[in-house]
């Protein structure tokens, strides 16, 4: 994955004067840079703790909704924040054909190529286990992270993105057909279950009974594959449960999401100068539909903690669906210049991601050396956390935007 990769589609990036004179950027497809950036913007935005600010203010409905966005659900349906993990993996696809072309036409060969791809796989996982583990006393052995995902699956993208399409299909249905077999033939918690024992409280009411309950919360196959796995890694204390559902084999289904990116990367590539929008809306609503009737029948539910292949349809769609809009405002009705702030964020998509796991504690804490406490009170003491968390989102854009102005791109 790479913040970098050009695309062949003859737009070029609204670029901000230097000093001397505008200089253009290499020719980019500005409406996926405009979505990854909208992207890693929405994971930064956390800082402003919209939740908090919603705990003031119990009675405004405005400040409900802006928290509610801002975090996950607890078990089915979705907002806008479980969108965050299913774009980022599926912009990766998106951007994959380029990657390959443009490797390509530089002379690599196929096995140069997946030396890379494997390289990249592995430190992609390294990576998110590094940033899992701050604040650890030791390494913290996890694989359920965006990064971590992505790199166990990203080496079968690439090798998928060399087969026609009609495999590549087969493919993505296999891997979601067989991910759900697997799950239903596993045997359902039992009326018995002890729930508390692996970390759901008694008064959780998420879920499922029926057929459906074979996706219920740390009573599943992913939870027993962790239990093994995980205990294979030194710990401080044995593996039990993840807090939150998530999963190690999360990646498989997953690799589904990366596999739509891909299509809708080759469906850009084969139709430009056009954009196949009609493609991509016809996508997401086939996605969605599918998604939506396999968890109204109980079939399948939509849970994005354990990436259900259901949530691969329906976040899928929701990506097509994002795609599709940004590609109409920006190329269709060329409206390319708003974009900028979300394109400074989006080229530098990894630079993005370790800011706002690194740098936010040390943001924070010297803006409150400096600056003191009282002037983000300005507004009252209900409010102080969003101007905080204002001002670190515009530090945040402000270092980005003197990278991309000094041409520094992070890449993996």
């Not at 908090?52 to 400040?63: D, E, I, N, Q, R």
């Not at 594959?225 to 044995?238: A, I």
Request: proline share 5%; net charge positive.
């Amino acid at each position: 994955m790479s913040s970098t990769i050009s695309t062949e589609y003859p737009q070029t990036v609204p670029v901000m004067a230097p000093k001397e004179a505008t200089v253009q950027a290499p020719r980019r497809n500005i409406a996926v840079d405009a979505y990854r950036g909208l992207v890693m913007l929405l994971m930064m935005g956390e800082v402003m703790s919209f939740a908090a600010v919603s705990h003031a203010y119990p009675g405004s409905l405005f400040w409900r909704v802006l928290a509610f966005n801002q975090t996950h659900v607890e078990w089915t349906g979705m907002g806008l924040h479980d969108m965050i993990q299913p774009s980022f993996t599926f912009l990766v696809g998106v951007a994959l054909p380029y990657s390959i072309q443009s490797r390509m036409r530089k002379g690599q060969s196929f096995g140069k190529l997946l030396l890379h791809t494997l390289w990249r796989s592995l430190l992609l996982v390294a990576l998110g286990i590094f940033l899992r583990s701050t604040g650890s006393t030791q390494t913290y052995f996890t694989f359920e992270d965006t990064l971590t995902q992505i790199g166990l699956g990203y080496t079968f993208a690439f090798l998928l993105a060399f087969c026609r399409p009609r495999w590549q299909w087969i493919a993505f249905g296999g891997i979601l057909f067989g991910y759900w077999l697997a799950w239903a033939l596993y045997p359902a918690p039992g009326a018995n279950f002890d729930y508390s024992a692996v970390g759901v409280p008694s008064d959780w009411h998420h879920n499922f009974t029926g057929f459906a309950s074979h996706w219920n919360k740390n009573s599943n196959l992913g939870q027993a594959f962790d239990v093994w796995f995980l205990n294979l890694f030194p710990r401080t204390s044995p593996f039990l449960f993840n807090e939150g559902g998530y999963l190690t084999l999360s990646f498989i289904p997953t690799l589904g999401t990366m596999l739509l990116g891909l299509v809708a990367g080759q469906w850009f590539r084969a139709a430009a100068p056009k954009i196949p929008l009609r493609r991509f809306l016809v996508a997401g609503l086939a996605l969605v539909a599918a998604a939506l009737l396999l968890h109204f029948t109980g079939v399948c539910p939509i849970v994005k903690r354990i990436w259900t292949p259901s949530w691969t349809l329906f976040s899928g769609g929701i990506c097509f669906f994002f795609l599709a809009a940004l590609s109409w405002i920006i190329d269709v009705k060329n409206y390319s210049h708003w974009a900028f702030p979300l394109v400074v964020v989006g080229m530098n998509s990894i630079a993005a991601y370790l800011i706002a796991h690194l740098w936010e504690n040390f943001l924070t804490s010297s803006l409150h050396i400096h600056l003191g406490y009282q002037v983000f009170r300005i507004f009252g003491t209900g409010l102080e956390p969003l101007i905080l968390g204002t001002t670190v989102m515009l530090l945040y854009w402000l270092i980005l935007f003197w990278m991309y102005r000094n041409k520094i791109f992070l890449r993996i």
